[in-house]
């Protein structure tokens, strides 16, 4: 046969490669990666963080303040156009063999009141691809679900007070006593070290293990995920916070989290 036949076979057959979606993996700091957002498509992950800065009118993705606008892209053109053109490709859904949401984390870095009037009207033009929260109630016929967490708090009162709402809230363990609503509050998430101080060897402490599982539990209660930052970046631990019952394994790691989560199921 042709060689350019058989080059053209191989390329068609690796462009129609089904992907495996990893329920587990959360892509942290997901813009520091060569290529935000398709690094973490590619690797099967279902959800991906991005930090924002609102500067001059516009959220811009970045850990910290650029001294150049030159050097970053806006949340719309890094995630927001491109998953919409994706899911526009792909019959409406983010993995063709995946039917639940694909969870974009917004952190907001700058002040929260001042930068959600802003995030929520860039979310609304994306309404067609983002399920939205009214009454309470996700509308699952919408592929994306978004959570807003912050570095100089969250848009509580703005948010709840919104009639239709086109992002959830990062919870925090603290808030589980309030019992808001899953669709309002999908993700707990907590510093790692808040509760463990294993560091992957050796035998982690049974007590804190214990304070661990009961706070995933009461999360679980209330149909929330729950996710851990700053967690070593290991194997040994990934395995140890998957039997904890942990939902989202946070990594910078985005092949070595697929390889370990694809071996292990």
Same mark, same amino acid.
């Given at each position: 046969?042709?060689?350019?036949?058989?080059? +053209?076979?191989?390329?068609?057959?690796?462009?129609?490669?089904?992907?495996?979606?990893?329920?587990?993996?959360?892509?942290?700091? %997901?813009?520091?990666?060569?290529?935000? +957002?398709? %690094?973490?498509?590619?690797?099967?992950?279902? !959800?991906?963080?991005? %930090?924002?800065?609102?500067?001059?009118?516009?959220?811009?993705?970045?850990?910290?303040?650029?001294?150049? #606008?030159?050097?970053?892209?806006?949340?719309?053109? &890094?995630?927001?156009?491109?998953?919409?053109?994706?899911?526009?490709?792909?019959?409406?859904?983010?993995?063709?063999?995946?039917?639940?949401?694909?969870? &974009?984390?917004?952190?907001?870095?700058? #002040?929260?009141?001042?930068?959600?009037?802003?995030?929520?009207?860039?979310?609304?033009?994306?309404?067609?691809?983002? !399920?939205?929260?009214?009454?309470?109630?996700?509308?699952?016929?919408?592929?994306?679900? *978004?959570?807003?967490?912050?570095?100089?708090?969250?848009?509580?009162?703005?948010? +709840?007070?919104? !009639?239709?709402?086109?992002?959830?809230?990062?919870?925090?363990?603290?808030?589980?006593?309030?019992?808001?609503?899953?669709?309002?509050?999908?993700? *707990? !998430?907590?510093?790692?070290?808040?509760?463990?101080? $294993?560091?992957?060897?050796?035998?982690?402490?049974?007590?804190?293990?214990?304070?661990?599982?009961?706070? *995933?539990?009461?999360?679980?209660?209330?149909?929330?995920?729950?996710?851990? $930052?700053?967690?070593? %970046?290991?194997?040994?631990? $990934?395995? +140890?916070?998957?039997?904890?019952?942990?939902?989202?394994?946070?990594?910078?790691?985005?092949?070595?989290?697929?390889?370990?989560?694809?071996?292990?199921?």
């Amino acid at each position: 046969m042709n060689m350019r036949i058989l080059l +053209l076979i191989f390329c068609i057959s690796c462009s129609n490669k089904v992907i495996e979606p990893l329920t587990n993996a959360h892509a942290h700091n %997901d813009y520091e990666h060569d290529r935000p +957002l398709f %690094d973490a498509l590619d690797n099967g992950f279902t !959800s991906v963080e991005a %930090d924002v800065h609102m500067i001059d009118g516009k959220l811009y993705v970045s850990h910290d303040i650029p001294e150049s #606008l030159s050097q970053v892209k806006t949340l719309e053109e &890094l995630y927001l156009s491109p998953l919409l053109k994706h899911v526009n490709n792909n019959n409406g859904r983010v993995y063709e063999n995946h039917n639940g949401f694909f969870y &974009l984390m917004i952190d907001i870095k700058t #002040l929260a009141d001042y930068s959600y009037p802003v995030l929520r009207k860039t979310l609304a033009k994306y309404s067609e691809m983002i !399920s939205v929260v009214t009454d309470s109630i996700d509308q699952d016929n919408k592929p994306i679900k *978004i959570f807003i967490s912050g570095h100089h708090g969250r848009p509580f009162t703005q948010l +709840l007070n919104d !009639s239709i709402k086109y992002a959830g809230l990062d919870g925090r363990p603290k808030e589980l006593k309030d019992n808001i609503p899953s669709a309002l509050m999908p993700v *707990i !998430s907590q510093n790692y070290k808040k509760y463990l101080t $294993w560091k992957g060897t050796g035998n982690p402490d049974e007590n804190e293990l214990e304070s661990l599982k009961e706070m *995933i539990d009461l999360a679980h209660d209330q149909n929330k995920m729950v996710r851990l $930052w700053a967690a070593p %970046d290991k194997p040994v631990v $990934w395995d +140890l916070l998957l039997k904890t019952g942990i939902d989202f394994i946070n990594t910078d790691d985005l092949e070595g989290l697929r390889e370990f989560l694809v071996k292990r199921n």
